[in-house]
């Protein structure tokens, strides 16, 4: 359930219309829903609140700092897998004792500096990076908290780009060797054993893959306990899907049920990383029509957002609802959405039944996930503007980029 429906026709973001933001701030425009990030963190909580808990909401799915803000004012703790995403965290406000790092691919720098700020829990992602963690930490003088993220060899059953749990996959340590680990990484003075991790993949629409996950988990906590090793947490990791198009996602309560059913009985904290179903129907992204064309048998409707703003269809096929801003009653043609970057893939949608002429406006649902947070500059097109909107107020968020600022880096030498 989100806050972007329409009423006569037109579409509303919460209550205001979408083309008077359009008007006001331009397109390409992000928009999201105050009250839908509210609504989807009050969910999460609900779903997990019959147990001890810590929702770390997966800051790469949209790192914008007045959405970070606003999930930590709401309790949330987050997830990161960069320095950056840390250092933004710190910036919104967040509680760095309630942040996880997961990643295979931390540098000394990272660790150094999550040990230092005091974070949570490091999520181990390799032996080689659990015994670099040792080192860093006595050279601090610090004991790192660290759970292991095990790759529990269990199937998410989502597109092969976005599962992580397989035993194929580059990420976590697998089931088989996850207990030596802890049992060596327990003899040391500069470890303390914290949890048991696991994300095993994104946009799952059934909640089995996780209770199977966990499941293996908790075989894991018993044979460490039996083993004298004691953990406080053991973190399920995120993916719980959402609705694209006739996807029918568990809600985060029928998502969380049975997982609690499975650790009520144990003494641990559950933590877990939602990012998709925190943002995804939270954001539009709202693009100008600039042409219509037909090129052989295929209508094209041209827009003005490409893949630079939003990558997922180019990257991963993904469907993403394409809807009129404003309704009308006129023949629908068939159309290609499509951006205008120079690259076959960028479109943002194909096979598209709409009636629209140059200057309308469409809104692309379900983009606050991995929307603006894989934006790129490509083509030398300017980050485009993102806009909060709750009740009849809106504000900027992040402001347009000015086309300059794309190079403001580069130097040009003659050597
Ligand atoms: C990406 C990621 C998440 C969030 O995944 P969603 O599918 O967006 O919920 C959580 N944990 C880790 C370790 C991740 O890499």
Redesign the pocket.
């Known amino acids: 359930m989100d806050y972007f429906n329409y009423k006569d026709n037109e579409l509303y973001a919460e209550d205001v219309k979408v083309s008077s933001l359009v008007k006001e701030y331009g397109t390409p425009l992000y928009v999201y829903s105050k009250a839908t990030l509210q609504r989807h963190m009050r969910s999460f909580e609900e779903a997990c609140s019959s147990h001890k808990h810590l929702i ?1 909401y ?1 800051v ?2 949209n790192s914008s700092l007045s959405i970070l803000s606003l999930m930590a004012k709401m309790g949330a703790g987050f ?1 990161i ?1 960069s320095k950056g995403e840390l250092l933004r965290v710190l910036e919104a406000g967040g509680d760095p004792k309630k942040v ?1 790092f ?2 295979v691919g931390k540098t000394d720098d990272e660790i150094a500096f999550a040990l230092k700020t005091g974070i949570n829990c490091l ?1 181990v992602e390799s032996e080689a990076e659990a015994y670099n963690i040792e080192n860093i930490a006595r050279d601090l003088g610090i004991k790192a908290k660290i759970a292991i ?1 095990v790759n529990p060899n269990v199937d998410a059953k989502t597109h092969p780009s ?1 599962s ?1 749990g397989l035993k194929n996959n580059k ?1 976590g340590i697998s089931y088989d060797k996850a207990f030596d680990v802890y049992k060596k990484l327990s003899q040391s003075p500069y470890i303390q054993i914290s949890g048991i ?1 696991c ?1 095993i ?4 629409t059934s909640g089995q893959p996780i209770v199977d996950a966990v499941a293996r988990l908790l075989e894991l906590y018993h044979k460490l306990k039996d083993n004298g090793i004691n953990i406080d947490h053991i973190d399920i ?5 959402v609705t694209y198009g006739d996807e029918t996602p568990p809600s985060p309560s029928e998502f969380m049920s049975a997982v609690i059913a499975l650790l009520k009985d144990i003494d641990v904290a559950i933590y877990i ?8 129907n939270a954001g539009i992204l709202l693009t100008q029509v600039l042409y219509t064309k037909q090129n052989g048998d295929k209508n094209f409707c041209i827009v003005d957002a490409g893949m630079n703003d939003l990558i997922r269809p180019a990257l991963y096929n993904s469907w993403m609802n394409i809807i009129e801003a404003n309704k009308k009653t006129g023949p629908k043609l068939c159309y290609d959405v499509v951006g205008p970057v120079c690259e076959s893939d960028d479109f943002l949608g194909k096979d598209r039944h709409l009636c629209v002429e140059r200057g309308d406006i469409l809104a692309v649902r379900g983009a606050g ?2 929307g603006s947070a894989m934006s790129s500059t490509y083509n030398s097109r300017a980050l485009c503007a993102e806009v909060m909107v709750s009740g009849d107020k809106s504000c900027v968020i992040r402001k347009r980029q000015d086309l300059k600022e794309i190079f403001a880096n580069e130097v040009i030498v003659d050597l």
Not at 201 to 204: D, E, I, N
Not at 237 to 241: A, D, E, S, T
Not at 273 to 280: F, K, L, S
């Open positions: 770390c997966a790469k799915a997830d897998v996880v997961s990643g999520n993220r976005i992580t990420f991790d994300h993949g994104s946009q799952m990791g995120g993916g719980l899907g990383e939602p990012g998709r179903a925190m943002v995804a996930a991995y």
